[in-house]
């Protein structure tokens, strides 16, 4: 299959809950055709794959890196929740360099961990939501539980495997 390859990190049950009922609260229905996500690449080539598995699995063979749900980032026409993890940031890091010479211009740009709830609504609509979140918005915890690679199917996307952070004790 000659798809793009997604690669995203997947929320604990109680957090992709939160996010996902945000996501289908805010976001215009007709074009939530995926759950709540945290991607890490967009459009990495399928040529990758093999490597790419391997890594994943690699970096999934750790703790499951500390995160903050640390506040609400304005899209222009959507909104969305910003994440902030060092030891994320770390293990994206290592992969786009990994991968540097296959990232599309979305990935090579730099990274800003957030999960959208609501995009592509009139500018008014958005900024009346974020300011509906701040009033009672409040940094968090939050969980991250493994890694994800998908296949870009054109709209929806086909999950490839799935790699479980491996947990402390």
């Not at 999960?115 to 974020?130: E, F, G, H, S, Y």
Request: a neutral charge; charged letters at 25%.
């Amino acid at each position: 299959m000659n798809a793009p390859l997604i690669v995203t990190a997947d929320f604990a049950p109680a957090d992709f809950a939160f996010f996902d009922a945000e996501r289908r609260a805010h976001f215009p229905p007709e074009r939530n055709i995926l759950s709540a996500h945290l991607t890490l690449f967009h459009a990495l080539p399928p040529s990758v794959e093999v490597e790419l598995r391997r890594r994943l699995a690699e970096a999934a063979d750790a703790p499951a890196p500390r995160a903050t749900l640390a506040g609400l980032r304005s899209l222009g026409g959507g909104v969305a929740y910003t994440i902030v993890s060092d030891e994320l940031d770390d293990v994206r890091g290592e992969l786009a360099e990994a991968f540097s010479g296959c990232l599309s211009a979305q990935d090579a740009q730099g990274w800003r961990a957030h999960v959208t709830i609501q995009n592509k609504v009139d500018p008014r609509i958005a900024r009346d939501l974020m300011a509906e979140k701040e009033r009672s918005f409040r940094p968090r915890p939050l969980g991250l539980a493994g890694l994800a690679l998908h296949r870009y199917l054109g709209g929806p996307w086909e999950t490839v495997q799935r790699w479980r952070f491996r947990r402390t004790s």
